[in-house]
């Protein structure tokens, strides 16, 4: 398997975050996981991208065993992530900051730059290279943390709450732009989002998660027609709101 986690397990302190995970990702597949606040999800991205370590279980990736490696070589090895938080720097410019992200690939700044140039226009930023992270607006700064993490050249790419806090004409470009990474770089993508209907309209397979636990797998139809999930999401709008369920 291209990518996958094999029981895994993070504790912190008395509090399991995720127990007993089991994931698989196939090559360029794009993969949603789900689940109420607190259920796990960003933990299950830091332990796969290498910021926690797992108490037990396995992560493998291309055939390897990723499980301890720190966050620099997951990067290497081909899998890269936008987290919830902006790990941007306000005071670098678009360009500084997109080739941070390149420099993993490159050690040269003659190689290095045209491929964060190319990742900036690829998420339509182009002509903006030289201003400060600090006065892009938040839609502009999403697209700048995803040409960061685009100049990494993923092979798995992350996306935790990318369309959290945009407005719904921002989600559809977005959108557009997230299925335009999958169909021209073939990235795989694995997708934490609470706005379901970017699950829903993209996703192949969707893993819900609640109080650290896998509660589900299937296609978005499935699991959002399931009894267990409809329960876990009880008096949640937006899930009404991105599936046929009556509140
Ligand atoms: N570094 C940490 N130390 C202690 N507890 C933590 C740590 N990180 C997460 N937790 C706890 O683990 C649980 C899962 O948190 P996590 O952030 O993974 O959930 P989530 O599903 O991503 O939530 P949300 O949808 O609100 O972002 C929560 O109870 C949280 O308080």
Do not use: W
């Not at 790990?87 to 678009?94: V, Y």
């Not at 697209?143 to 960061?148: D, M, P, R």
């Not at 650290?212 to 709008?237: H, N």
């Amino acid at each position: 398997m291209f990518f996958e986690m094999s029981n895994v397990t993070k504790s912190f302190g008395g509090l399991v975050a995720n127990k007993d995970i089991s994931v698989e990702i196939a090559e360029g597949e794009i993969v949603g996981l789900i689940g109420p606040n607190g259920a796990g999800k960003s933990t299950m991205f830091k332990t796969v991208t290498g910021f926690h370590i797992p108490d037990s279980g396995s992560i493998s990736f291309g055939g390897k065993d990723i499980t301890k490696y720190e966050p620099n070589k997951i990067c290497q090895v081909g899998i890269s992530c936008t987290f919830q938080k902006s790990q941007l720097f306000s005071a670098l410019t678009l360009e500084e900051s997109v080739l941070v992200g390149a420099y993993c690939r490159h050690k040269r700044k003659s190689q290095a730059l045209p491929l964060a140039h190319r990742m900036i226009e690829f998420v339509g930023l182009g002509g903006k290279e030289e201003v400060k992270i600090s006065k892009l607006n938040m839609f502009e700064r999403k697209k700048a943390e995803l040409a960061a993490a685009l100049a990494t050249e993923p092979k798995l790419l992350l996306l935790d709450e990318l369309f959290a806090g945009l407005v719904p004409t921002e989600v559809e470009l977005m959108l557009e732009l997230v299925k335009k990474i999958n169909e021209e770089f073939g990235t795989a993508l694995f997708i934490v989002e609470h706005v379901l209907r970017v699950i829903m309209g993209i996703c192949t397979k969707v893993y819900v998660l609640e109080y650290g636990q896998l509660i589900a797998v299937g296609t978005p139809e499935e699991v959002t027609s399931s009894e267990v999930v409809i329960k876990a999401y009880l008096g949640d709008d937006d899930f009404y709101a991105a599936t046929d369920i009556k509140s």
